[in-house]
């Protein structure tokens, strides 16, 4: 398969493009008073996982909750200030040095399309960290239900069709197997494997898949899939 039958990329946002485990990690050790620097990265991922389970809402509104959460279990400092101050954080969370540039140069090719578990106030933020790359964007408060539900594919099927693209000329482009690549797979698309956590065990913080789901493309960061894009439209000019 050639990437030239694609015209549209949809990206995942978070942990894709963002770097989400950095943020979270950052987030509690700066706020979470000297308990949270003795803790493993594991530590605080199983507890946060558990509490995005219990405050699904929107993130520009529920992580202070998430973090109250996670600072009981652990014994992190659990007073306002440091969930409000955690609640801001989450704004500035950075993206992976290899994002904006890839990104940019991507946008020279096809139609960018973020689909995010982020609502728009947030998605806005990391929209600018990211130089503003693309054409158009679903979030959660839009759509009402967040990924793994195939209802958020479904409701981003529909508006790009409504841009005159198919679902065959989209590729799927995220790291989460979890909230992405499974379900992306299993309903008809073609998808891109970004392993952000190539090389490291587990899952870190995000949810464990059933399966892990072979992806028709598969590399370890955005550049890679960028370059290789290059390298398949040069050699078949």
Not at 107 to 127: C, E, G, H, I, Q
Request: with cysteine.
């Amino acid at each position: 398969m050639r990437f030239s039958h694609f015209k549209v990329l949809t990206f995942d946002v978070v942990g894709t493009l963002i770097d989400f485990e950095k943020g979270l990690l950052d987030g509690f050790r700066s706020f979470g008073g000297p308990a949270a620097r003795d803790l493993s990265d594991d530590d605080l991922f199983v507890p946060y996982i558990e509490a995005r389970h219990i405050y699904p809402g929107r993130s520009s509104q529920v992580m202070e909750d998430v973090y109250q959460h996670v600072a009981g279990k652990l014994g992190l400092d659990t007073s306002k200030g440091a969930a409000t101050a955690f609640q801001a954080h989450v704004l500035n969370w950075p993206a992976f040095p290899d994002s904006a540039e890839a990104l940019k140069r991507l946008r020279t090719r096809f139609r960018l399309v973020a689909m995010t578990n982020t609502d728009r106030v947030v998605f806005t933020s990391y929209a600018h960290t990211l130089g503003h790359p693309f054409h158009d964007g679903v979030t959660v408060d839009e759509v009402g239900i967040p990924k793994p539900d195939p209802r958020f594919f479904d409701f981003n099927r529909g508006r790009q069709s409504a841009f005159g693209y198919k679902q065959e000329e989209i590729l799927h482009v995220a790291q989460s197997q979890y909230h992405d690549i499974g379900v992306a797979r299993e309903l008809g698309y073609s998808v891109c494997w970004i392993e952000r956590r190539q090389g490291q065990e587990g899952f870190g913080g995000t949810p464990v898949p059933k399966e892990v789901t072979k992806p028709d493309f598969h590399f370890p960061t955005l550049a890679a899939l960028a370059d290789a894009i290059d390298e398949d439209f040069a050699a078949n000019r």
